[in-house]
């Protein structure tokens, strides 16, 4: 192609107006609830959104079923369980004695080697954590992880900020944490949050005490994990911190560790015993014999929750239930439909703050199966990288890696706000390296795999049905006729139809005319959406 | 620019190096300009976005202002510690950073401009509201209101033809890491792109144009699929042109090796390789210095990040002066918010309002613009006042820099702001063709009680405007707009409550800034 043909190429379908905000027709159908049986349509559609996508086998299975059925499957059990890290992760191999063993020490005034040796093993066991969560997002045949993952993304502590390292045990906890609240009540959670070693020391907590106030969590607590802004004063935040006073951390071997290491504990003297007034409410002063760790958790800090939760209930409903829409559902901010977004926020506020009604409502609705959503969603790297492995039924050693060449590091976004997301995962930075990672999964389909693969497909040996199952299969919206012959010509290299039977019966030619269809389907801008 | 002229302005501006905050705004309105820097078509603005809300009382310091170390106790930058640069200008000494070109010397050289009091009405204490602010340059007090775009982007996606449909030959702005600011954003579509490693990029952006043509943009889908489809191609035709840049340019310094230094040494090879790209964007983090923010030996998170900025612009700026480019190039900082004047218990500082910003480079007119701050008047939250609207900095990139007109601030920022006046007006030779002429203005009672007349000869037939600004640059109001014919004007001014203002007379968009003060 010549430059002036490159130039008159690049040229967009439509104009959007000038100062105008994009902004798409709201989708017709509400939160009322979908009671049609799922279509396999349907169920590929659930579970890119609400998991990391599906295989085909798993798919067709669920056909037929009602939404409730298998939305009820995919949440999963309201508690269910912790699992166990790898052992490697958890504990150390001490070079000298050839045994594994806590590695708590102190990086902080060691000498230089000692301090590189440490912050090496953080950053190695933060990779470690960060595979073996990938790993099981991978494994996890309900939406437990994805749910976690949201939450995670919310209550966002990064492992490297500062000039310093959150240690991967304190992740690996509030991961836990955050696993087991995923579908409970969001107060408590909010409660578990505040006091959770992983918060407490990434904003400031533990600095913050009577007389120094630190105002970093307080303001956070309301700008971005409840009310979001402007449903306080700078005076409330400033409330807030002081009624956070006192709460430490316990990180190294030579702090403090009065409920064990890795676990926040109470220093009472650092607590302000005055009396706080925050948003209109007065929290009591207290007395030295009941500044105790058990009656300022819940007369204070609880308290402080339950009073962002009882003043400003509307607002609270509003935010969570709208980040939960953006992020499973559309993220475009201005394409939030008020009104039902006031309906989603109510059945969460009427349940007392309960995310399992709210969810189960969400993803049952007819708004949520609406063919008006449908292709709407950036995948971010992480569904990115994890779903294609499940779809294409192929493992990548390193995960990790590839979600950070995509600009998004494990258990580390770029500041407390978590990732901005949409439009953001995708620039001229990350696509080419999305591009790269579907190109080398796609090469490292074995033939044996590509034959399977193929075979999960219905009618695979009708050349035209076939293409038309693995584009349903991998892309969110019907494609066009003329695409679907364009994907045709690129699995038979060009060739007639009924080369795609002499092709079947050689492993190695119909694997390699799979790889083809999928390399052209991994090219197209829709296979960024679901 | 010829290289001779180059250096007889910055004697000048070497010369000219002044504290202006007490001096009347006459001293530095853009009419007094002595040289007047030629407007050409390849001029490149840097912004360097220093996230978490830059300590500007710790970088430049008050050491003469007793209440600065009372407030802060444990981290205040000692007064024989402090790099004295002026009279009362004192930089926190990590500026002058151990590159062999830094932001002390670049003062010293007139290439430095300290704007002291930075800030916005009401301000916002939230990071990333106010970077949202502070980006879309619009300062919206309605927290619901969401900002979508830069001002940037909105400004380029403007101005250059056909927009998005055609895309220019080369980026029209290159943001280094990251994902793509809002600040490079506009309602047409993405006016900038984003790389880390041009020869990566070259390599993985080849043949990545999509087989398909754009969808129709009435469904969620097809507007996804739109944006997606534009960065692909973007990735494959810029992939190129950035690489042969890269290829072509060189730099002609070390730099030290850190993440921003690095940076600014690939945006110099960028501008030495000839890439046409107007707007560069940057970025350092870690400003958010809540905990530990400088020890007693004034170590510390912040003093590093203060050495690597000035480390990082200092360095830049000596390839660029090596290279011959050092006249197409402006930069400057932004940071969402400065901190508290009081330290907080942790050695640190919490979010604030008000803070210091730099603007740098052979077009800026060097200096220390404003006060010091006062600590002892502070906001209602206990912070910093402002003394500068954060956009007046981007109406002097607009106007004078880039060389648009009042119209295109106006329309950028949906709002009347005036230009500092901290960069040298580029005149272009289609102002004479427009009539974009200045007008000595005589301003007579002044100061004025109930009224006083504006006076000036108006040697061409066109549009003329009257405004009245509040000294920080926002607009108040009109007093007079109308076509004219050449001979001499009158235009009475009246009903102004007492206080300083600053009276614009613009002549078909060309503007001349008279002070005026007001006592009853």
Known sequence: MNRRNLFSSLVRASKRGGGELHSAPMVQAGLEPNTTPLTLDDVLHLYRRLGFAVSMPVALSHVGKQAGVLVDELLGPDDPGSPTPDIKFAQWLDPATQTLVDYTENPEGADLETRFAIEGWWSSNHRLLSNWWLNRMMGDATAIERITMFWMSHWATEFSFDETYMVPQMHYRQYRMLRSNRLGNFPRMALDVTVDNAMVFYLGGTYNEVGRPNENYGRELLELFTTGIGWYTEGDVQQAARVLTGWKTSRFNDQPAPKGIYNTWFDANKHDTGAKEFLGVTIAARTPDNNTEFQVLNEEVFELINIIHRIRPDAVARFIARKAYLYFVYSSPNDVDPKLLNELANEFKTSGFEIKPMLKKLFTSQHFFDPAIRGAQIKTPVEFVVGLQRQFGVAELDPQFWVLEMDQVMLDPPNVAGWPGYHAWISTNTYPRRREFARKLIDSMTDVRANVFIREFSKYEDVAAFVLGVTKFLLPVAVSPARLDFYKSALLEGQPDYTWAEKLLVPSASARAMRELLKAIAKAPDFQLC | ?520
């Not at chain 2, 056909?162 to 280094?176: K, N, R, T």
């Not at chain 2, 950035?242 to 090879?269: E, I």
């Open chain 2, 1 to 520: 620019m010829k290289r001779r002229t180059f250096l007889s302005t910055t004697a000048a501006a070497a010369v000219g190096t002044q504290v202006l905050g007490g001096i009347p705004l006459k001293a530095f309105s853009p009419g007094d300009l002595g040289e007047r820097v030629q407007a050409d078509d390849d001029r490149i603005l840097i912004v360097i976005q220093m996230f978490g809300g830059n300590d500007g009382l710790n970088t430049i310091v008050p050491v003469d202002d007793p209440e600065y170390y009372k407030i802060r106790p444990s981290i205040a930058v000692p007064k024989i510690k402090a790099v004295n640069v002026l009279s009362n200008v004192y930089m926190h000494p990590s500026l002058d950073s151990k590159a062999p070109y830094n932001l002390k010397r670049m003062f010293e050289d007139g290439r430095l401009a300290i704007i002291n009091g930075i800030g916005y009405e009401n301000p916002n204490l939230s990071h990333f509201r106010s970077t949202d602010i502070w980006l879309s340059g619009f300062n919206s007090s309605d927290p619901e209101k969401r900002l979508a775009d830069g001002w940037l982007g909105r400004y380029w996606s403007n101005k250059i033809n056909g927009f998005p449909e055609v895309l220019p030959p080369d980026p029209i702005a290159v943001q280094i890491g990251g994902s793509l600011s809002m600040l490079l954003r506009s309602p047409k579509g993405d006016t900038g792109i984003a790389l880390t490693d041009p020869q990566k990029f070259f390599e993985l952006g080849q043949g990545l144009s999509p087989d398909m043509d754009p969808m129709p943009e009435d469904t969620r889908f097809g507007h996804e699929f739109n944006f997606v489809r534009l960065v692909a191609e973007q990735s494959d035709r810029y992939s190129t042109v950035v690489k042969d840049a890269f290829d072509k340019g060189s730099n002609q310094v070390t730099y030290y090796a850190n993440n921003f230094v690095k940076q600014m040494k690939l945006v110099a090879r960028l501008i030495s390789g000839g890439l046409k790209t107007k707007v560069y964007l940057v970025y350092m983090g870690g400003f958010d210095t809540h905990v530990q923010q400088q020890d007693e030996n004034l170590n510390g998170l912040h003093p590093y990040l203060l050495e690597m900025l000035s480390t990082g612009i200092g360095t830049f700026m000596q390839d660029a002066l090596i290279q011959g480019f050092a006249d197409r190039v402006v930069g400057m900082t932004v940071s969402e918010f400065g901190r508290r004047p009081y330290e907080n218990g942790s050695r640190g500082t919490d979010h604030g309002a008000a803070s210091v910003q730099f603007v740098f480079g052979n077009g800026v007119r060097a200096g220390v613009y404003g006060e010091m701050p006062d600590l002892k008047n502070f906001d209602s939250n206990g912070d910093l006042r402002y003394q500068w609207d954060y956009r007046r900095v981007y109406a002097d990139v607009l106007e004078n820099w880039f060389g648009g007109s009042p119209e295109d601030t106006e329309s950028v920022l949906e709002d009347r702001v005036l230009p500092l006046g901290v960069l040298q007006r580029s005149t272009s030779v289609d102002d004479s063709y427009a009539g974009r002429v200045q007008v000595d203005v005589r301003v007579a009672p002044n100061p004025m009680t109930d009224q006083t007349t504006l006076e000036w000869y108006q040697p061409v037939p066109g549009i003329v405007k009257v405004d009245i600004y509040g000294t920080e640059g926002r607009f108040l109001q009109n007093i007079y707009t109308d076509r004219v014919m050449p001979g001499t004007m009158r235009v009475p001014v009246r009903g102004l409550s007492s206080g300083s203002y600053i009276c614009t007379v613009s002549v078909n968009g060309a503007r001349t800034i008279v002070p005026l003060t007001v006592v009853r």
